[in-house]
């Protein structure tokens, strides 16, 4: 499913985020930034140990936060790396927080003058965020931004199964 929003295409696949040609790709990454499993174990490996030398040089990064290195063996250029909150449903910081990762990506991608970025559905793995309230912000997020902001021309969730797909179009759906 496409759509446009102000100059910018906003695009649902279900795929494979390591294989994206985006100028960037999102990782789902943990505040160490040092790997781990799900996206972040896929995008290592694909881009090779490069990526986790220069991470080891990061620091680290709070949740809500992101991070840019380049993309070494991967099709991208760069890998923009995010860290999602854990889920909790009692815990009225985390929907802010998601949202914040989203909008920190984009704001990265902006300043490196990006013109494409991949996301994968952030804290909806290991993290446990529920795929319809993680499709709702994430996509609100998104919207919101490209509504004041014209650099980036392409922006692609990669949903990893045909549910994730099905219930990031329905929301999009609604929110158009
Ligand atoms: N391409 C696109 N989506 C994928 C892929 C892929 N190759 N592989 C999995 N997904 P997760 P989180 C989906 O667990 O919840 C790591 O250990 C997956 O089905 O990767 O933010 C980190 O180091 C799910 O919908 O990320 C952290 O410790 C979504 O991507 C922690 O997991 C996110 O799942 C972060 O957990």
Redesign the pocket.
Known sequence: MQTQINQTTLDLIQ????QQETDAIVN???S?LL?????????HRAAGPGLLAECSQLGGCRAGDAKITKGYNLKAKYVIHGV?P?YNSKDPNIPKLLASVYQRNLEIATEHQLESIAF??????????P?QEAAEISLKTVIDFLQQNTQIKLVRF????AE?LNVFEDTLARLI
């Open positions: 795929g494979d985020i390591t789902a990454a943990n160490s790997g781990g499993g799900g996206v972040d174990g896929a995008i999602g854990v994968p559905a952030i804290s909806t793995g290991v993290y446990g965020y795929m990669v949903l990893f199964t994730a």
